[in-house]
């Protein structure tokens, strides 16, 4: 098993590559869903009468 | 030049949300087992590489999110240059949802290919290497985009502003595949595209094109629930859209 995470003595590269691999995977998920719900928050906030004051500027990312 | 009516309906912010709202859980179901499976094929079953030996498992990750990389910037630059010649409202928000996509996996394919290029180059970044500055440049093409969007307050100008940008740039995606043939680089030649037979062996190969695979339906996913984010922002008040919010709510 501590054979496989060594990588042959090279897992610091193979393994920080997968794990950024997947950080930039997960990111995109979690940013995805986020944005879908907060939006899906404020068109829902929009039925209601117009709160005073400027609504929050949604960022692009 | 004319559409073809069916081509009509992917202009209706309500029938493309709830197309994307069926289509994006099968992709995801698609994504994840594919990247599951393709993983632990690389990075368990695969046979060790003989010259590079388990460094090489990088091969399953890098290739895949730099052509992800490029596919994404593609959709994008399609998608502004549909909306700007047609003026189609939900090309240009396909064209949005795919750019901060496209420039998280530039970012993930220089730095897995900075990590794999320490232990087999002998250094993580070579400056003047065409086929690595290429790719920088794709990062700097998509932050610049998003930029450029962020300066227009006026979304329908910020739209066609931001397409000229997009379609202009697509020139480096060839640029980028066939840099690696065009000048002199540290970076190895094309292995799969290369007509004939790839030069790859089977038990290797499989792994690789599974994840590819995976990749592929994960950006779709991905590209499909920001486009839904991109449309409730767009289609504020309108009455569809409350019925659907009203819907959910109850």
């Known amino acids: 098993m501590s054979e496989f995470f060594s990588m042959g003595g090279n897992g610091a590269y193979v393994w920080s590559a997968y794990g950024i691999t997947l950080g930039v995977l997960i990111w995109n998920v979690w940013a995805a869903r986020s944005r879908l719900k907060r939006n899906l ?8 009468p117009e709160p005073e004051g400027r609504r929050p500027r949604v960022s692009q990312l | 030049m004319k559409l073809p009516i069916w081509f009509h309906r992917f202009g209706s912010p309500p029938y493309v949300y ?14 994840l087992i594919l990247l599951a499976v393709g993983g632990f094929w690389g990075l368990v079953i695969a046979p060790t590489e003989r010259t590079q030996g388990e460094v090489y498992r990088i091969l ?9 990389s490029m596919m994404a910037y593609t959709v994008m630059a399609v998608a502004a240059g549909i909306g700007f010649i047609w003026r189609i409202k939900l090309a240009h ?11 998280s996996f530039t970012f993930c394919a220089l730095a897995t290919g900075a990590i794999w290029g320490r232990p087999t180059w002998g250094t993580y970044w070579e400056w003047g290497d065409p086929r690595l500055m290429f790719e920088l440049l794709l990062l700097f093409l998509y932050l610049g985009y998003l930029a450029l969007r962020a300066a227009f ?3 329908d100008k910020a739209d066609r ?20 043939l065009w000048w002199n680089t540290l970076h190895q030649g094309p292995t799969i595209s290369r007509l ?29 629930r920001r486009l839904q984010a991109e449309i409730v922002e767009r289609e504020h008040g309108t009455r569809w859209l409350q019925s659907l919010v009203r ?4």
């Open chain 2, 18 to 31: 709830g197309l994307a709202n069926t289509l994006a859980p099968w992709l995801a179901g698609i994504a």
């Open chain 2, 161 to 180: 502003v931001s397409a000229v940008l997009a379609v202009v740039g697509i020139v480096n995606v060839p640029i980028i595949h066939y840099s690696v």
């Open chain 2, 196 to 224: 004939g037979s790839p030069a790859m062996d089977t038990s290797m190969l499989i792994p690789f094109l599974i994840m590819v695979a995976g990749f592929t339906a994960l950006f779709f996913w991905i590209l499909l």
């Open chain 2, 93 to 103: 928000a396909v064209a949005v949802s795919a750019a901060p996509i496209g420039a």
């Open chain 2, 153 to 155: 307050d006026d979304r």
């Open chain 1, 41 to 48: 928050r404020l068109a829902a906030r929009d039925g209601e």
């Open chain 2, 60 to 68: 399953y990750i890098h290739p895949q999110t730099a052509y992800i």
């Open chain 2, 247 to 250: 819907e959910g709510a109850a």
